[in-house]
């Protein structure tokens, strides 16, 4: 009996299913154009290598830069137009003040005319609307400004898009040259992430139902791996097979097929 249940054991061990999957990078990016212009760089040297903080694909900005130079500019010579405004708000406030004391102190004296009272009530009226119309214009400013700032961020993203950083990232593929004019959606390139890579395995429903519970072996040596994620709905071109991913450590080479099985403790 015991020597049956070894040969068993020892079976099912040895006729484990086999799987066997391409190392990927961890992730691969499509990157499109957010923006229309002129390419003005695009180095096809670049691809393979894992990219700096420098821009591996520049699009022409120079009106944007131009622009966001005069916006910035029209922007402190707001703020200052704003400050001084404040600063005559305050002064016009301060002479209200003094204004409307003495208005009240004359109102109900007998000895001043009807016409002085006149003439000091319609110049108290005539300072609160000058004082109001400089609230006013304050308001306004303050308006543009805001849609100003909007735009300098605008502006700003406009231009970082144009100068295209993946740091820490594998240049792919490039699909564009300088020279060539692109617009939003144009695909530009795609960049990898090689920092870990990726086994998309195809399982049969009897692995799929206890993956992440498996002992995984690759090239028929155990490792400490597990199924990082499955997805419990059949594929749509695997018919009757579930797709499962296990994340590894990047590899010196990818694109290389391996063979993976998962076996129980």
């Given amino acids: 009996m015991k020597v049956f249940t070894i040969l068993f054991l020892f079976a099912t061990f040895l006729f484990s299913k086999e799987y066997y999957a391409k190392v990927d990078p961890y992730e691969i990016r499509d990157i499109s154009s957010n923006v229309s212009g002129l390419v ?15 821009a591996y694909i520049r699009i022409d900005s120079e009106l944007d830069t131009e ?6 500019d029209k922007l402190s010579y707001l703020r200052e137009t704003v400050g001084a ?12 003040k003094k204004k409307r004391d003495n208005y009240q102190k004359i109102e109900s004296l007998k000895i001043k005319s009807v016409v002085e009272k006149d003439k000091d009530f319609h110049d108290l009226i005539t300072g609160e609307n000058q004082f109001l119309n400089t ?11 805001t849609d100003l700032k909007l735009k300098e961020v605008q502006l700003k993203k406009n231009i970082s898009d144009k100068n295209l950083i993946a740091e820490g990232f594998v240049l792919y593929s490039l699909a564009v040259k300088p020279g060539q004019v692109v617009n939003i959606s144009t695909p530009l390139a795609q960049v990898a992430d090689i920092s ?3 086994l998309t395995l195809y399982l049969d429903e009897a692995d799929a139902l206890d993956a992440e519970q498996k002992i995984v072996y690759i090239d028929e040596e155990k490792t400490q791996y597990k199924i990082t994620r499955i997805l419990h709905i059949a594929d749509s071109k695997n018919i009757s097979k579930y797709m499962g991913q296990i994340i590894i450590k990047s ?8 063979k993976v099985e ?3 403790e």
């Fill in 40 to 54: 003005l760089y695009a180095s096809e040297f670049n691809i393979g290598k894992e990219l700096s903080s420098q």
């Fill in 67 to 72: 622009e966001l130079k005069y916006i910035q």
């Fill in 85 to 96: 405004n404040e600063d005559i708000l305050n002064n016009m406030e301060k002479s209200l």
């Fill in 135 to 145: 609230k006013k214009e304050i308001n306004t400013l303050k308006v543009q400004i």
């Fill in 196 to 198: 870990k890579a990726k």
């Fill in 251 to 258: 590899p010196q080479l990818f694109s290389k097929l391996v």
């Fill in 262 to 264: 998962l076996k129980d």
